[in-house]
T-cell receptor, first 114, second 116 residues
Framework: DAGITQSPRHKVTETGTPVTLRCHQT?????MYWYRQDPGHGLRLIHY???????DKGEVSDGYSVSRSKTEDFLLTLESATSSQTSVYFC?????????????FGEGSRLTVL | AQKITQTQPGMFVQEKEAVTLDCTYDTSDPSYGLFWYKQPSSGEMIFLIY??????QNATEGRYSLNFQKARKSANLVISASQLGDSAMYFCAMRERFFGNEKLTFGTGTRLTIIP
């Protein structure tokens, strides 16, 4: 199994507060991704990174920012959380050296914004 | 336009029967990949099977096979001899590469329920 951990796994916060989710990998993979999962929408890409300090937006990036200062860590920040950002957030990494490019997922972080 | 379309929100199938989960896709990338993932009620995402756009044969992994019809842009998952443990959400996904970067886009999923 790919070494990928997310923290926190569960968080309840109030509207307007900042929130940071952390994704940590021990696999030295180049690509890291943040997805959110909502009923009826599947998994939607928020941001992704293709190297240290190299990031790009996904399809639902508004209200989110990311940073990757080290290969192993990819942070997702909600500067001012809103109720629409209540979701389950998944971090994923891409299998380096694997031609398929399959993703390995973290266990998910459930965020509730009241 | 949706890049990945799964038209079956839910399916009920009798145990031991075969089941086909539909997936159609849209891309202009000549070198793409198609994936299926399973998400049981516990929430983890489990990789099932992969098909490359240049692969000549349909991918198979145990009871899973991918019915790849390139001209129709479809990549249906076939599960043979379904089991109770197959009850889960199933997501189709497509990998595209842009200027050396790559990302996966997921469909909205199909919830499969196996009936004893």
């Amino acid at each position: 199994d790919a070494g990928i951990t997310q923290s926190p796994r569960h968080k309840v916060t109030e509207t307007g507060t900042p929130v940071t989710l952390r994704c940590h990998q021990t696999e030295n993979h180049r690509y890291m991704y943040w997805y959110r999962q909502d009923p009826g929408h599947g998994l939607r890409l928020i941001h992704y990174s293709y190297g240290v300090k190299d990031t790009d937006k996904g399809e639902v990036s508004d209200g989110y920012s990311v940073s990757r200062s080290k290969t192993e860590d990819f942070l997702l920040t909600l500067e001012s959380a809103t109720s629409s950002q209540t979701s389950v957030y998944f971090c994923a990494i891409s299998g380096q050296g694997r031609d398929t490019g399959e993703l390995f997922f973290g266990e998910g972080s459930r965020l509730t914004v009241l | 336009a949706q890049k990945i379309t799964q038209t079956q929100p839910g399916m009920f199938v009798q145990e031991k029967e075969a089941v086909t989960l539909d997936c159609t896709y849209d891309t202009s990338d000549p070198s793409y990949g198609l994936f299926w993932y399973k998400q049981p009620s516990s929430g983890e995402m489990i990789f099932l099977i992969y098909q490359g756009s240049y692969d000549q044969q349909n991918a198979t992994e145990g009871r899973y096979s991918l019915n790849f019809q390139k001209a129709r842009k479809s990549a249906n998952l076939v599960i043979s001899a379904s089991q109770l443990g197959d009850s889960a959400m199933y997501f189709c996904a497509m990998r595209e590469r842009f200027f050396g970067n790559e990302k996966l886009t997921f469909g909205t999923g199909t919830r499969l329920t196996i009936i004893p």
